[in-house]
């Protein structure tokens, strides 16, 4: 329609309203493109808002199996502690150095009471893990990527934390093997996995086996480091999520 009256005008050399037609054609063709702008913008800004919102209920999820995981490994270390201060009076390090560099506090974990005397055998070979909630992640990187997120702080914290998660994980896989050959050791001593004993009956089997002693001293290295590693992880999704939850607070308003 509008092409068709500036060729009328043009034939008439009605030159003013030929003008008027290509500013009305001009500014149509821009407010399209700047309309079509912002539906993208605010289609996208919503597809932040929903990943950021996923991912923080999967940092809440981990958060609290981070929690489950501190305990085990406290109780393991605890356990082991227990059995080893009664078989060879090992003393405890308060702090392990890692060949890497990295450094990390042993706790002494909770007191085994008495009435937990004969469920050694669970502590020292509970082990909690996970491979963290990634639902949010994955949604996010099947919908184009990390560009999607405007914060580049928010964006590399994102990266930093499921790249540690992944070496949490080969972490976890390292303790499973160490488990898996102690629980093979302890087969031949008639001690299985879980099994109930009264630490008066462990301790001497113990006592006569270096290889079984070998096997609690190391995994309680191990579970110093995972457990260290945990804390670390816990921190930053912690941290994450108190900054995804301000960035979500400020695009609200």
Do not use: C
């Not at 999820?61 to 109780?75: G, K, T």
């Not at 085994?112 to 996970?130: E, F, G």
Request: proline letters at 2%; hydrophobic letters at 40%.
């Amino acid at each position: 329609m509008i092409l068709r009256r500036i060729a009328h005008a043009v034939k008439q050399q009605q030159w003013t309203s030929v003008l008027i037609e290509l500013v009305i054609l001009i500014l149509g063709v821009f407010l399209g493109f700047q309309v079509s702008d912002w539906a993208n913008e605010r289609a996208n800004r919503s597809a932040e808002i929903r990943h950021l919102e996923e991912i923080a209920e999967d940092l809440r999820a981990d958060a609290a199996i981070f929690d489950q995981i501190r305990s085990s490994a406290e109780m393991r270390i605890s356990g082991i502690d227990y059995i080893l201060g009664e078989t060879r009076g090992v003393n405890r390090p308060m702090r392990l150095v890692t060949p890497n560099g990295d450094a990390f506090d042993t706790p002494t974990g909770p007191p085994v009471a008495a009435a937990d005397r004969t469920k050694l055998l669970s502590r020292v070979n509970l082990l909690r893990s996970t491979k963290g909630n990634r639902t949010g992640f994955e949604a996010l990187l099947g919908a184009g990527g990390m560009q999607k997120i405007r914060d580049r702080q928010i964006s590399r914290q994102l990266q930093v934390y499921y790249a540690q998660l992944d070496d949490m994980n080969e972490l976890t896989d390292i303790v499973r093997q160490l488990r898996a050959g102690g629980v093979a050791i302890g087969h031949t001593l008639g001690l299985s996995a879980f099994g109930e004993m009264d630490a008066d009956r462990l301790i001497p089997i113990v006592r006569g086996s270096t290889a079984y002693s070998a096997y609690l001293r190391t995994s309680r290295e191990w579970a110093a480091i995972y457990l260290g590693t945990v804390n670390q992880q816990q921190q930053r999704a912690l941290q994450l999520l108190a900054d995804i939850d301000a960035y979500l607070g400020k695009r609200a308003k």
